[in-house]
Every structure is written in structure tokens, then in C-alpha cells.
């Protein structure tokens, strides 16, 4: 079992820059697909970015394209989401997942394993 948990959410005004990291509580995500989903208020969980256990593969959701990316660092233990050129629609507790299948996924549930979220907050 992998427990994952998210950190680095904060208050950043429209236009700034955040980076949210993702580990393994009492473990590691080496070999691990991860991805990275958010939820603002009153809204369904939405598909952000992911990224294969090797790094080779990345995709992302049309709402942040160009301005978001996703990494793996530490030997694959710690997944980042740096967020650039944010806006108050980008408001919202972001998660980080992790699946156990194949290839890259982007639907909510094929997603195993959760974090509890942080949150990250754009003023206007």
C-alpha cells in the first residue's frame, strides 16, 4: 500500500508561481504512476497532470497545458507539480494519486491510492 502526501499549497496572487510536492508516507512512489488532480468548491474532482513511474510518459489536463508541468525527482520518490501564470480559476485542494495500471491515466478511478490534499489559493 502507498500512502501518498502532498505539501507546498499556499496563497499566491493571480500570475505568480507555486510548486506542490507529492511522497510516500513511510515509503516510496519509485515505480509508481502519479497523478495530480484538484477540486476547487462546488466543483467534481478534475484531471491535472500525470506522469508514468519512469518519467517517460506526461500528459496534462487541457486547463493547465502550457502552464503547468509535472516531474519526478529523488530518484523517483518525490513528484512535483510546478504551477506557473496562475489564475483564481486554478483555486482548488490539489491531490496526488497514484494508480497501479498500465500506461497513462487520467480518469478518477483508476486512481488506487490518495493524499489528502492541500490547498492552493489564487487572489485576484
Known amino acids: 500500500q502507498v500512502q501518498p502526501v502532498e505539501s507546498g499549497g499556499g496563497l499566491v496572487q493571480t500570475g505568480g508561481s507555486l510548486r506542490v510536492s507529492c511522497a510516500a508516507s513511510g515509503g516510496t512512489l519509485s515505480g509508481y504512476s502519479v497523478g495530480w488532480f484538484r477540486q476547487a468548491p462546488g466543483k467534481g474532482r478534475e484531471f491535472v497532470a500525470t506522469i508514468t513511474w519512469d518519467g517517460a510518459n506526461i500528459l496534462y489536463g487541457d486547463s493547465v497545458k502550457g502552464r503547468f508541468t509535472i516531474s519526478r525527482e529523488n530518484a523517483g520518490n518525490t513528484v512535483y507539480l510546478q504551477m506557473n501564470s496562475l489564475n483564481p480559476d486554478d483555486t482548488a485542494v490539489y491531490y496526488c494519486?497514484?494508480?497501479?495500471?498500465?500506461?497513462?491515466?487520467?480518469?478518477?478511478?483508476?486512481?488506487?491510492?490518495w493524499g489528502q490534499g492541500t490547498q492552493v489559493t489564487v487572489s485576484s
Open positions: 494519486a497514484v494508480h497501479l495500471l498500465g500506461g497513462i491515466r487520467s480518469r478518477l478511478q483508476d486512481y488506487r491510492y
